[in-house]
């Protein structure tokens, strides 16, 4: 029971961390850059810098975990990520900077994957969806969290601690980890899919920093098509060599696996609605209503207040309704509270702002738990590393896409007024178009059967409802079966 409870906070305190990291230096670029003698614009490339490594590392995560132990990685990561952090902070130079950010995003591409396969190899299937739950929470909160805490450190104390707060929750991390984590190892790791390697890190980066920075105005339109295409047609390629390869770093034959493939498939499209809401909201509350970095931070907090009280009722919503029937009345409740946000305007209450995003919040929380829980039901423990690494990939794109359409959409409505300035009432078309990206999801998941994931939720087919309850019944000596092989 108390590595049940354990491990979970432990990957959940280093994924916030890098969560939070990958967000705190927005607000704080000005500041950096005045200090290392460069422009904030300029310094954009250590925010760039930072995805690319991260898109490119993530594929080798399965692989390292194989190889070395997903314990060993995991504490490794870890400390990457802070020699990373103590870089930044020590810079002096845009160089010294960029370095710095590009180690800590190999550490970063190593901790997420890792930190779930750690779960996924320790925790009791019974247990999975209340793990996941903490796992879920750093990724709401973090987006959240960052740009007003960069904001405070960096206005009554020194940007250089915006890195240094990273030290002693990564010290703590690894010693939880060495001590309550089990030294596991894949008795016959595969080899080493360099070729792989190469193709599906050149694609994934191309298209995740293509659409990052796609509509931002960062880099001129071929650039960034020259970085999508390319992207394109190395993942093209990576899939050519893929089916040749015995190992290949992104095993897309788990999408023949029903739960893996809805949760990939509609995760990616809610997961693009939703990653939109960091970009628009803070957009939204300082250009359009005038707000402080700061006030607005505090505002856009409640949603974290939201997903941190989904954590206790997850695992009972899910038992009690089974993965289906959430995920497809949750995906319309989340749906509509990211709608709502276009109702909002400068005279709206921020009691009732701070209302719909604590609200929203908890539905968004509680479909990401659902989602990522149902992802890993069937799939056996000899292709947990490989199911971790697709997720986190997918993840990655989703979130960028989701950046990428929010800004398309702005940019849209801005030449249709034919202005160069936004305004409160250029982001309510934005708002609900990625609504509407979100809620488009519904169609993977309505293909499930109903009992979906049961025995991972720990609701029995026995209890089911509705035309397929007797084939699941029948079928009960079959899933126990399964369930041996993965337990």
Not at 244 to 259: E, G, M, N, Q, Y
């Amino acid at each position: 029971m108390q590595k049940e409870r354990l491990i979970p906070l432990i990957v959940a305190c280093a994924l916030f961390m890098e969560n939070m990291d990958s967000t705190v230096i927005a607000t704080s670029l000005p500041a950096i850059a005045a200090d290392i003698g460069t422009s904030p614009l300029t310094l954009k490339l250590a925010i760039t810098s930072y995805l690319l490594s991260l898109a490119v590392f993530i594929p080798a995560s399965g692989w390292t975990a194989d190889r070395f132990g997903p314990r060993t990685v995991f504490s490794v990561a870890i400390a990457v990520f802070m020699i990373g952090s103590i870089g930044c902070a020590l810079s002096t130079s845009l160089t010294d900077f960029v370095i710095a950010r590009i180690l800590q995003g190999v550490g970063g591409a190593m901790m997420t994957p890792v930190g779930r396969l750690v779960l996924l190899r320790t925790i009791d299937k019974s247990a999975l969806v209340n793990a996941m739950a903490w796992v879920t929470v750093p990724a709401l909160i973090g987006p959240v969290v960052g740009p007003p805490l960069g904001g405070f450190i960096t206005t009554y104390f020194a940007w250089h601690w915006i890195f240094l707060i990273n030290i002693p929750i990564g010290i703590l991390g690894i010693v939880l980890a060495l001590k309550f984590i089990d030294p596991i190892k894949s008795e016959n790791p595969e080899r080493f899919d360099l070729v792989g390697l190469v193709l599906a890190g050149l694609g994934v980066a191309g298209l995740a920093f293509g659409l990052s920075v796609a509509g931002l105005g960062l880099l001129p339109w071929p650039i960034v098509v020259a970085l999508i295409v390319g992207g394109t047609l190395a993942m093209l390629l990576y899939l050519r060599h893929a089916k040749r390869t015995a190992s290949p770093v992104l095993d897309f034959t788990l999408l023949k696996i029903p739960t893996m493939r809805a949760s990939l498939g509609g995760g990616f499209l809610f997961r693009m609605g939703i990653g939109a809401l960091p970009f628009l909201l803070p957009l939204m509350m300082q250009l359009g209503f005038g707000l402080s970095p700061f006030k607005s931070g505090l505002i856009t907090f409640a949603s974290a207040a939201g997903a941190m009280g989904m954590k206790t009722l997850a695992a009972r919503i899910i038992k009690t309704f089974g993965f289906r029937q959430t995920i497809l009345v949750n995906v319309c409740l989340a749906s509509l509270s990211l709608a709502a946000c276009s109702l909002f305007t400068p005279g709206t209450p921020l009691l009732l702002i701070m209302f719909v995003l604590l609200v929203g919040g908890f539905f968004r929380s509680l479909q990401f738990t659902a989602i990522n829980t149902l992802a890993y039901a069937d799939v056996e423990p000899d292709q947990m590393s490989r199911a971790t690494t697709l997720s986190s990939v997918n993840q990655q794109l989703a979130i960028s896409a989701g950046v990428a359409a929010g800004a398309f959409i702005l940019e849209g409505t801005l030449a249709i007024r034919q202005s160069t300035q936004l305004t409160a009432a250029d982001f309510w078309p934005a708002f609900l178009v990625v609504a509407l990206i979100s809620f488009s999801s519904i169609w993977a998941f309505y293909k499930l059967p109903p009992d979906a994931g049961y025995q991972v939720s720990g609701r029995k087919a026995t209890t089911l409802e509705g035309p397929k309850a007797a084939d699941a019944v029948a079928n009960e000596t079959t899933a126990d079966a399964r369930d041996q092989r993965l337990g």
